[in-house]
């Protein structure tokens, strides 16, 4: 029966497909990918912010690329602008922001989740070197819900704070797990419970991305309407 479960999970990181997972009596839709299958999108061609799943998948579809999952990127502002670092084929579109403020963005440490042709990495946006070369996509969002296997220090297990919630973190085999809980789940989880999930998951490290507009599109789905977003991360064929 292991031998099974191990080809079904390498079945599923190669194909790419969704696994549901409940843990805690919550409900997530999880994606494990190769880093190379993933895109952080945020500006068009025209250099304006494209905004929806939509103009993303016909942005990446134009470009020769087959889109499979959407699912939006880190806290941004007014306008669709990201709150912080922001890499999009190779290029700085928004720089690091490492001030103080108030927020989840601003609930140090936050991180920062980037992709280079050697895999996937998230590490505390205080410690990310800004003029580090060959990044190809980069966001930054926070907070970070694991570093180094740790927890939080500011996330309690008994709080009531219970809302929709995404995330991203890379596993101990390198692979980008994309999780997102249930909006029809029987509960949501706090910051704690959804640290965990990405701890369970085989996660040192994970990022918080955003919260209640925060959703997760597949297959036919990728061409409806969505809510405006500001990065939107991709999972391409």
């Not at 926070?142 to 220090?153: D, E, I, S, V, Y």
């Amino acid at each position: 029966m292991r031998i099974l479960f191990i080809l079904v999970v390498l079945f599923q990181i190669a194909s790419g497909g969704e696994e549901k997972v409940q843990r805690a009596g919550i409900e997530y839709r999880i994606w494990r990918v190769k880093p190379d299958r993933v895109r952080v999108i945020w500006l068009g061609k025209d250099k304006k912010p494209l905004r929806t799943f939509q103009a993303v998948n016909r942005a990446l579809t134009d470009s020769g690329e087959k889109p499979v999952m959407f699912m939006n990127g880190g806290i941004f502002e007014p306008g669709g602008i990201p709150s912080g670092l922001l890499i999009q084929n190779g290029k700085t579109l928004n720089p690091l922001n490492r001030k103080d403020g108030n927020g989840n963005f601003f609930l140090k440490p936050n991180g920062v989740f980037f992709l280079t042709e050697d895999g996937a990495q998230i590490v505390d946006a205080s410690a990310f070197d800004a003029n580090r070369n060959g990044i190809r996509y980069a966001v930054q969002s926070g907070p970070l819900l694991l570093k180094n296997g740790q927890t939080h220090a500011a996330f309690r297990k008994q709080s009531e704070s219970r809302l929709l919630r995404n995330g991203v973190g890379v596993d101990h085999e390198g692979n980008v797990i994309l999780a997102i809980s249930r909006s029809d789940s029987p509960k949501s989880p706090n910051f704690y419970e959804f640290a965990d999930l990405f701890r369970s998951l085989g996660c040192e490290n994970a990022l918080f991305l955003d919260g209640v507009i925060s959703q997760m599109k597949q297959a036919d789905d990728l061409q409806k309407s969505t809510d405006l977003f500001g990065s939107i991360i991709a999972v391409v064929e």
